[in-house]
């Protein structure tokens, strides 16, 4: 199904915390000198116009980065990095550009490292393209991201993050995604795998949280941000499964969603940590 564009759900509190993890790993990962492989399985297309018809039908932005955006004067430093990109792109005006997981990525990352975006919409996939022409060491393909996961797998700079974010529209990817980082997992077991879910169904997301597990990975640490929010949005929270996360991520992520728990839907919004170490 190629029917998902991210670009009416753009900035919603989903892509925050997604992007909060996501920022607080890449600021871990590269301060060490030794290149590093990115790999986006679903990149969508760069970067959304929170001003796009798109975006303005159900204006899920309102509940997520315009929310935190409006606070960002009173924000700690584990915010610095993800607001660092957001004040990038809207330097000149009020909030307006929302930057994806491919531009979070691409404004991290130095000069040695090295980005393989997938991504199969074929509109999709024109707008990343323009987007990223201008990034010599980004490569874009159209091709399915789970095949790419395991293709382009182990990396030759023996380091690497892989960030896999479906829009599981389709049922069957709380079986393939598992499927797919465990076979991912065999080729390059130091490598970190970020693994954003939905949570819609709870018996969709137990199953999938069990299949993760048994995987088997050394260390894994799982995060789940609940908005107890009704429809219209329809998607109650959202969760990160990282495997060999850094360090320093469970206690970043805790004090993140502490502040998180004052702005988005205050009062009624609530998280998880779980860090597994076999």
Known sequence: MLSYQHG?????????????????????????????????THAGRGLYDLKAKEAMKNQEFLLGISALWSERGRLPQEFSSYLAVLQHWNSEEPLRYYPGSAALAIHALRSQDRLFLCEKHPGEFAHLQTF???????????????????????????????M????????????????????????????????????????????????????????????????????PLGMDGCGLYVINPPFTLEQELRVVFDCLLHILNPGRSSYVLKASEV
């Not at 969709?204 to 908005?227: C, H, P």
Request: aromatic share 12%; glycine share 4%.
């Open 132 to 162: 990223t022409k201008r990034y010599p060491r980004v490569h874009c393909s159209n091709e399915d991201g789970y095949e790419q996961l395991v293709a382009r797998l182990p990396p030759p700079e023996h380091r690497g993050l892989i």
């Open 8 to 40: 009416y759900h753009a900035g919603c509190f989903a892509d925050v915390i997604k992007h909060l993890g996501l920022c607080s790993i890449l600021s871990y990962l590269i301060k060490k000198e030794k290149p590093l492989f990115y790999l986006d």
């Open 164 to 231: 896999v974010d479906p829009s599981y529209e389709i049922k069957d990817e709380y079986k393939i995604v598992p499927q797919m980082v465990q076979a991912a997992l065999r080729l390059f077991s130091t490598g970190v795998y970020c693994i954003w879910y939905p949570v819609i169904n709870n018996q969709l997301r137990s199953q999938f949280l069990k299949n993760l597990a048994a995987i088997g990975a050394s260390r894994s640490l799982n995060a789940e941000f609940y908005l107890n929010s009704q429809p």
